[in-house]
Structures are given as structure tokens and as C-alpha cells.
């Protein structure tokens, strides 16, 4: 069935609004990308693109536990392309447009709109505390004088972690349904689940981390101190920008606090481009990961299609007298 013209056109806009911020947050960067372009060699890139590309596909295993662990069981291919592409609603202004895109992909799935919700806000909660955990657990040893700039963040690590529990989680995702006026959960998700989405979630700040290492090789030897601020640090920033509601996918924020993190290590210079690459790399890991999914499914919809129309003509030449 085809939508109706109101949600065509609301697609539509949604589409052209995503277009430009993506191609906004790209353009921000340009002056500095043009630097790290220069300095940085095309291996580099090359590998630090497959690292975040990796990093954004561990973010969407986070999600699908989480929506697993709602006793949603839904194929894994048609679920990630979905995800993916509800992805680049964070680079619209606002952090509520992939958790609306990801609500009309339930529809399209056939999951309750109020289980797609709770998994999507659920998301949310995960990322931003998993990703301050770990950045309170590694950036006071990232060097000598870590502790003196980085204690306080070892102050929220109880407070993180109480958010983390599945009681606690789910006693917030009930407060935001009574606001958004959809109908509260009758299910609720497993401490299981929760487990294996937070496993995921860490094992894509460390990926990520490798992101920002092999960028950052080009302008210090590696070494424990720097492996142990890039983690970190992308985990901290990447939450700090989810947490500025405004900035779309926290352009700005999220090089504010690399910058933070990584000049004391390596020099303002050096961090600033790091910073500025990374982002341009994450952006076109979005991209990329949308653009394939989407070809994917409609290659594979294309030879089902072919295959059908070929056992239908078989079938009709066989009971041809």
C-alpha cells in the first residue's frame, strides 16, 4: 500500500531536511578537513572509515537487543536497513527525529508503536550512559594530570550506573509515554537484554576509540596513555553531543570534547583536525550504512521477485497440455 499524500509529503520534507543538515555538518568542516587531508595519508583514512563504519553497525546491534529484549522478533536485514536509515534524522535539529522514524518503521514491521518507542528511547539512555561510564572509567588514567581534570566524572559513575538497571529504565520510559500520550508498556525489557545491548554499546567505543587511534598515529607514536584517551574520549563526546538536543548529531559538541580530551595529549593543532576528520568520517559511515542497506534490501527484493515470476512460469509450463 502506498502512503497517503500527507505522508509522502512529510517523508519528502523529512528527506530534504536531512540532505541539508547532513550536507551543513560536512560543509562546517571544511576548512579543517582540507588540514587533515593534507597531513593525514590515505590509509589512514581508509582504515579509520572501516572502523567507524563497524562502530555505527555495534550501535545497531545495541538498538536490536534492546528491541529483542521487548520480545520484538523481527529479521535482522529488514531491521537494520530500517535503523540505519532512521539514523540520519540526527542531523536535523533535534534528537527526537530518529525515535519518530523509528516509531513509523514499527508500523511498517508490524511492532506496537509504544515497543518501538520504548526500544528507541531506551537506545538513548544506553548510548549516553554507557558512553560517560566509560569515559569517567578511562579518561582520569589517559595521563599524569588525568585525575586532577577528569575526577568528577568518576562522581556520576553510581548515578550512571543506577540509570542502567532495567527497573530504573524502564520507570523512565513509563514517565516519557505519559508525556508523549502513548499508551504505556505492557511488556518489559530483560536484564538479559539489557546485558547484551550494553556489551554491544562498549564494544562500540572501543571500535570507535580505534577510529580516533589510527587518525591520531599520524601525529604521536601509540601507546596505552592515547589508546585509553581515544575510548574515552569518543565515548564522552559522542554522549555529550546526544545530550545537546540542539545541535544536530551534536555538531560542534561532540569536537569541543575531543578537543578537550586530546590536546594535552598530542597538541591543539593535531587534536583540532582529528577532531574535524572524525566527524566528517562518522557522517559518511551514516551514509554509507543507509545508502547500502537500503541497495541490499531492494537487491534482495529484486531477485525474489525474479525467482517467483521464474517457479511461476515453470509451474504454468508444466501444466501446459
Not at 531536511?17 to 579543517?32: F, K, N, P, R, T
Not at 563497524?54 to 535503523?83: I, K, Q, Y
Not at 568528577?152 to 550512571?160: I, V
Amino acid at each position: 500500500m502506498r502512503p497517503p499524500p500527507r505522508g509522502r509529503a512529510l517523508r519528502a520534507t523529512l528527506a530534504v531536511l536531512i540532505v541539508l543538515g547532513s550536507a551543513y555538518v560536512l560543509a562546517a568542516q571544511g576548512e579543517g578537513l582540507s588540514t587533515a587531508v593534507r597531513e593525514l595519508s590515505p590509509g589512514r583514512v581508509a582504515l579509520s572509515a572501516l572502523a567507524a563504519i563497524v562502530g555505527g553497525m555495534c550501535v545497531e546491534r545495541t538498538w536490536l537487543s534492546l528491541l529483542n529484549g521487548f520480545g520484538v522478533d523481527v529479521p535482522h536485514r529488514d531491521a537494520a536497513a530500517g535503523f540505519y536509515t532512521t539514523q540520519l534524522g540526527k542531523y536535523v535539529p533535534g534528537s527526537v527525529w530518529p525515535v519518530l522514524a523509528q516509531v513509523h518503521l514499527g508500523a511498517r514491521l508490524g511492532v506496537p508503536r509504544r515497543m518501538m518507542l520504548g526500544a528507541s528511547l531506551l537506545l538513548l539512555v544506553m548510548v549516553t550512559a554507557s558512553g560517560t561510564v566509560v569515559g569517567a572509567l578511562l579518561l582520569p588514567w589517559s595521563s599524569a594530570d588525568s585525575i586532577a581534570r577528569y575526577w568528577w566524572l568518576l562522581l556520576l559513575l553510581p548515578a550512571l550506573l543506577l540509570l542502567l538497571h532495567p527497573r530504573v529504565v524502564m520507570w523512565l520510559i513509563d514517565r516519557a509515554s505519559l508525556v508523549t500520550s502513548v499508551e504505556q508498556l505492557d511488556a518489559r525489557v530483560s536484564p538479559q537484554a539489557v546485558l547484551r545491548a550494553g556489551i554491544w554499546s562498549v564494544l562500540g567505543w572501543v571500535v570507535l576509540g580505534c577510529h580516533l587511534l589510527v587518525l591520531l598515529s599520524a601525529y604521536e607514536a601509540l601507546d596505552l596513555r592515547l589508546a585509553v584517551a581515544s575510548v574515552g574520549g569518543i565515548a564522552l563526546a559522542w554522549a555529550a553531543g546526544l545530550a545537546f538536543i540542539p545541535a544536530p548529531a551534536g555538531a560542534g559538541v561532540r569536537e569541543g570534547v575531543l578537543l578537550l580530551t586530546l590536546a594535552p595529549l598530542v597538541g591543539t593543532q593535531p587534536a583540532l583536525a582529528v577532531a574535524l576528520a572524525s566527524r566528517v568520517l562518522l557522517t559518511l559511515s551514516d551514509l554509507t550504512l543507509a545508502a547500502g542497506s537500503v541497495s541490499l534490501r531492494a537487491l534482495r527484493r529484486i531477485i525474489a521477485e525474479r525467482a517467483a515470476r521464474s517457479a511461476r512460469g515453470r509451474e504454468e509450463s508444466g501444466s501446459a497440455p
